[in-house]
């Protein structure tokens, strides 16, 4: 019976990642969108869109991206083609895979429990991710920090296997370095967690002394190459998101620190030092994401990280959460602090960026809210048990508020944030497929930001060819062009003007009714997002 209920929840998990994924979301954003076309040139090139060979960082919009997701996707171009679904399949791959490891990492941190025990929280855990919003939402997109999410749940499931056999050490290196090639994030959680788990298993990792240094060394030359690219062009992507940055955050500090010396206010100086401001400001950044709101009712901000009228979390996770965590503290010492540390380092790295609380960043609480909420019904259960006709109840307002989300998700989410996913690009290109050999120049749009991408992406345009044209894409991002396109805002006072043209622009940049228009392309919400005219 357990075997049919895990692998009934390993199916659930494949469903909820896999249905109709090349169409909810309802259309690639940007960074899909050169996720993918990178992964097509890498297949036909060997080289990234600026014509780098096999890069150890992506470079994408003059920021650089962790290579992992790419290089993953590159199978999937090759035998899916370049579309949608392929570019959000190996996030939907390791997302049911992270469900699988979740249960089995259930069971390793559970060892030497009652089996009953063990059984009904390894299984209410991989079931609660299984359903889980956040990780759903997360495994339809060809989001990187999926990747690398896997791989440190598989690499703290590996270090606990270790003290039993050696080698496991060895494989959690591996994961912990791969996971470090997937995302930015786990460059600083990752080094954390070690040291967490290193003192908490501190006794039985002395025993296992040789292998324990062995896994060490590994994951340093394994890293090694990221260390030292992070030392170079891709480094700019941490200094880009920093809440620490100094232009933006130690002006007004400065100007209040001037003054409080003048007035010889001494509490002044202190709390406008600037040690103490990035202090405090990353201090804020990490209580955001504990933020009920954030967690439970409404996200991270509308668009691409929740479905509309839900937060990260379900609404009843709130309860689970507070009963799963005193449950905690009654388990034995190695159990309550690996979940614990675990928990509390997930949102570090996301502290110290800007726009907190990020759903991205912070991605890396997934499973640790999963476990605690199996903890917390599982106490629930036992709590009750005198009363334990009324747990059904529970059971159905879960089942209740599941299918809520599932409602919101595919009904209402795609109308209400088809703009957020750029949605009508695809629209726009096969419009102009059509338009092309009736003009020279071809001039799009700078609205939205990015659009050239989307049109290497679903013309698709050779590989070789552009970066044959395109060269290292030394220019300002808002001035790439290629072939016939030209990529800029348009001001229609002068560029109604022009002749043997395909104008695609916003309904602000083109008036309603403009001569030569050819067609509008709407949002899901039925607002135009974009009117092509042929001048």
């Known amino acids: 019976m357990k075997k ?9 998990a494949f469903i909820l990642r896999f249905w109709n994924l090349g169409n909810n979301p309802p259309s690639l954003d940007w ?12 297949l036909k090139t060997g080289k990234d869109e600026y014509g780098k060979f096999l890069p150890l960082s992506i470079r994408s919009f003059g920021d650089y991206k962790p290579p992992l997701y790419t290089y993953l996707d590159v199978p999937a171009v090759a035998l899916f083609g370049l579309n949608e679904f392929a570019v959000r399949a190996p996030s939907a791959v390791f997302g049911v895979l992270e469900v699988i490891v979740l249960y089995f990492l259930l069971k390793e941190l559970l060892k030497g429990e009652e089996d009953k025990k063990k059984n009904i929280i390894s299984l209410f855990g991989t079931f609660f991710l299984a359903i889980s919003p956040w990780h759903i939402q997360f495994s339809r997109v060809a989001f990187e920090a999926n990747i690398g999410l896997f791989f440190v749940t598989l690499g703290v499931f590996f270090f606990l296997i270790g003290f039993r056999k050696n080698k496991y050490f060895i494989l959690s290196s591996v994961s912990f370095a791969l996971s470090i090639y997937s995302y930015h994030s786990p460059r600083l959680i990752v080094p954390l967690l070690l040291l967490a788990l290193f003192l908490i298993y501190r006794k039985k990792m002395f025993g296992k002394l040789k292998y324990s240094v062995m ?12 260390i030292k690219d992070m030392t ?23 100007k209040l620190l001037s003054m409080d010396k003048e007035d010889g206010d001494i509490v002044g100086v202190i709390t406008h030092n600037r040690r103490v401001v990035y202090g405090l400001t990353v201090l804020a950044g990490y209580l955001d994401h504990f933020n009920f709101d954030f967690l439970f009712l409404d996200g991270d901000g509308p668009g691409r990280h929740h479905a509309v009228g839900m937060g990260m979390l379900y609404w009843w996770d709130a309860v689970f959460v507070i009963l799963g965590i005193l449950a905690l503290l009654r388990e034995k010492k190695e159990t309550k602090l690996t979940v614990f540390s675990w928990f509390l380092l997930a949102p570090v790295a996301s502290a110290f960026t800007t726009g907190t609380p990020h759903a991205v960043r912070a991605l890396y609480f997934l499973p640790v809210y999963q476990i605690i909420t199996a903890y917390g019904l599982y106490f629930l259960y036992f709590l009750t048990r005198e009363k334990r006709k009324y747990f059904p109840i529970v059971l159905i307002f879960l089942v209740l508020n599941f299918f809520y989300y599932l409602h919101m998700y595919y009904i209402h989410t795609p109308p209400e944030v088809s703009d957020w996913w750029q949605y009508g690009y695809k629209q726009v290109v096969e419009e102009v497929k059509k338009e092309e050999p009736k003009v020279d120049k071809i001039l799009v749009t700078y609205k939205y930001d990015q659009p050239y991408v989307f049109f290497l992406f679903y013309y698709p345009v050779d590989p070789t060819w552009y970066q044959n044209n395109w060269g290292s894409g030394e220019v300002l991002r808002a001035e790439r062009n290629f072939g016939k396109f030209e ?3 348009i001001n229609w006072s002068s560029d109604q003007n022009l002749k043997k043209t395909l104008i695609i622009g916003t309904p602000d940049e083109i008036p309603d009714q403009t ?20 001048r």
């Open 232 to 254: 170079g062009g891709s480094g700019a992507r941490l200094n880009s998101v920093s809440s620490l940055n100094p232009n933006e955050r130690l002006g007004e500090s400065i």
């Open 4 to 12: 049919i209920i895990i692998l009934s929840i390993f199916i659930l």
């Open 31 to 42: 960074d899909e969108a050169s996720l993918g076309y990178n992964a097509y040139s890498l």
């Open 215 to 226: 896994a060490a060394v590994l994951l340093f030359l394994l890293v090694f190459p990221v």
């Open 515 to 534: 001569p030569g228009l050819i067609k509008n392309i709407y949002f899901l919400n039925g607002q135009v997002a974009f009117r092509i005219v042929e």
């Open 487 to 489: 990529f800029r805002n």
